[in-house]
């Protein structure tokens, strides 16, 4: 019986990653229900706001003329018992009369931590949870995170060369992008699953970026440029474009209040924030805070190599997403992101590493923590 | 027609690749047989010394009951004249009374160049060329390069972290290998399709390796160590092992002549030979040179960052391995091949270039030249 719960519970997992990129903030979800050893129904949180996956897989087994009664709801993670864009789902499992709910993990969050699966116990279902429990856990890290912290995930993402090169020196049509049409197809599904993607100066300047994903497929993550000089051109794209998509300008408190540049940004749509330096460097950690209090559940850093070797040697970095392209660019390359995390002093150690290949480019997905340093929210 | 030609060819080229690590340095070949738009025999060289591909297709062909006569036979590469381990195929095919030859390329040694497609004309068979013709070449360029210039075709191999590093710094049980166990079982293949590899003294001293492939099939590739100061301790695994595995260690003439090393490892069975230096370094050129005369035609190069690079900077090397494993090591890693081909000043452009996963690590395959240059002999 437990060996094949694990096996209804991996299915269960599979369907919850179907929701990527549409669901969040919310976590992906999963949901297997089974009766005599037999699933008759699947769901899964197909996107932000929409149905949870033990509603969607309590519909799909009406709709194939199966009674849930008395059957077993293998969930990704704990049911939740509030009413927030939707009902409970622990109410809609107590009417479907479910005989036993086996959860991966608990929900983290303040609203749920227990409640769901008391609620449940308290009818009268069976309960149990831990059931591929790494596994939910590392399928939604920064719904943990966010819950038990109130920061954001940071997910550092770059495309480089076999050498470790973000960019030709001498930029043209043909050496324009590292990377190949499918992974920048998967670098704007990566936006879409955040809510924030952050980027310094240096890139804005060099590059000229949207830093949108697209199609966008009505999501709008905010983006955010830390731009301690206030540098940021009043014709760059990002201020074209803040109209449609959000943009928040940190800087410093005196650059905020003295520049010329502030009250034009502000009156295009532009948010320009103060913060004090210390040191005479804006704080990640600060920023961090900052994004955390907006809600801001996974954030992208799309950067330099000296922005993202800063989140690497602050240690607040959690993920690294990197496109690997099979070039050597050697003396024609720059933005050496190896030489500035060799010349930093780091000693990056990489978990939970995937590796996919995407055309002839490879992603590379992992965690600078290990799952269980997730777990006690040690960041 | 023009059209299925191409897919019989396609299946030949594929059939063809089944040889690889068995064949060299003889070039894999594929050969189907046709008729009535139907395929009645298939065949690939097999291993060295043993039928060619037309050899076994034909006898193919016999063994389900097919009879050749009028057939057209698709094979990617000129079928042979001469009286070599085995009999001419020209001879078979033309016993075998086929209709139409289809060659993916001429053979572009001495021996045939040609005079096999003019043998089977004679005899009435129709021929053609140059269906499939890059990709046949793509095939075999070192058989390719060694007939056409006499010198071996260079594969630079390498397995590095995502951040360029060959090795960490200091090894333990657990960095001790780059690269996982599939790709390091892909090393010891492409150990077997050559027919020398080469090292440095810095990777001899460093790593104290053994090159030998394993199993090793009963391939034996010779290894060869450049080491002008004749460096190479009596008791490394290569001296070790030179009863069992060809070593030729290419030092400086003064070394060979005066050092107390070379009468002891001349003892131990290994060629001790001196190649006067030029600007105080032995010219890769000139082993080259040597080594083609000693009718190596795959030549692997697997050394640290110094010697690599030298192979790229003056323009001698043919082709990359990269196996890209999963990791970053900054600051805990050494042997930075991103940094040595950039501080070289070299901007390499890789051609023909295949990704493959192998467990979590990638394989990049690559050629420094365009086949084109490859066809004109511009090496």
Not at 199 to 208: F, H, K, P, Q, R
Not at 210 to 223: A, H, S, Y
Not at 301 to 312: C, K, N, S
């Amino acid at each position: 019986m437990a060996k094949s719960n694990k096996k209804y519970m991996e299915l269960a997992l599979e369907l919850a990653r179907r929701g990527y990129g549409d669901v969040e903030p919310n976590p992906m979800v999963g949901c297997v229900i089974v009766k005599d050893d037999r699933i008759i129904g699947r769901g899964w949180h197909k996107n932000y706001g929409g149905p949870h996956a033990e509603i969607n897989a309590l519909e799909d087994c009406l709709k194939n003329g199966h009674d849930p009664a008395g059957s077993t709801i293998c969930v990704t993670l704990e049911p939740c018992c509030h009413t927030g864009k939707t009902g409970p789902c622990t109410d809609a499992i107590i009417n479907a009369k479910a005989a036993k709910v086996i959860a991966a993990m608990e929900d983290p969050s303040d609203k749920v931590a227990g409640k769901g699966l008391a609620a449940l116990s308290q009818a009268g279902i069976r309960v149990s949870v831990g059931t591929c429990r790494k596994q939910a856990m590392l399928l939604n890290p920064a719904f943990i995170k966010y819950s038990k912290t109130g920061l954001p995930w940071v997910i550092l993402k770059w495309a480089q060369t076999l050498d470790g090169k973000l960019a030709a020196a001498e930029i043209n049509d043909e050496n324009r992008w590292i990377s190949g049409d499918a992974a920048r197809k998967d670098v704007h599904k990566l936006r879409r699953s955040c809510q924030a993607v952050l980027t310094g100066t240096g890139t804005l300047l060099a590059d000229d970026p949207l830093l949108t994903p697209r199609p966008d497929k009505g999501k709008k993550p905010l983006r955010v440029v830390l731009d301690r000089e206030l540098k940021i051109p009043i014709e760059s794209n990002m201020v074209k474009t803040a109209g449609e998509f959000p943009v928040l300008v940190i800087t410093s408190v005196k650059a905020e209040k003295n520049s010329e540049k502030t009250p034009v940004l502000r009156e295009k749509g532009i948010e320009v924030m103060g913060i004090e330096p210390a040191d005479g460097k804006i704080r990640l950690q600060t920023v961090l805070k900052e994004l955390g209090s907006r809600k801001i559940q996974r954030l992208l850093v799309e950067a330099g190599p000296r922005l993202l070797t800063a989140f690497m040697q602050d240690n607040l970095a959690d993920e690294a997403v990197i496109y690997s392209a099979p070039k050597l660019l050697g003396a024609a390359g720059t933005a050496d992101i190896n030489r500035e995390i060799t010349s930093a002093g780091i000693k990056p150690t990489l978990y939970h590493t995937e590796t996919a290949l995407l055309g002839y480019d490879t992603r590379i997905r992992a965690m600078f923590r290990h799952v269980s340093q997730i777990a006690q929210a040690e960041f």
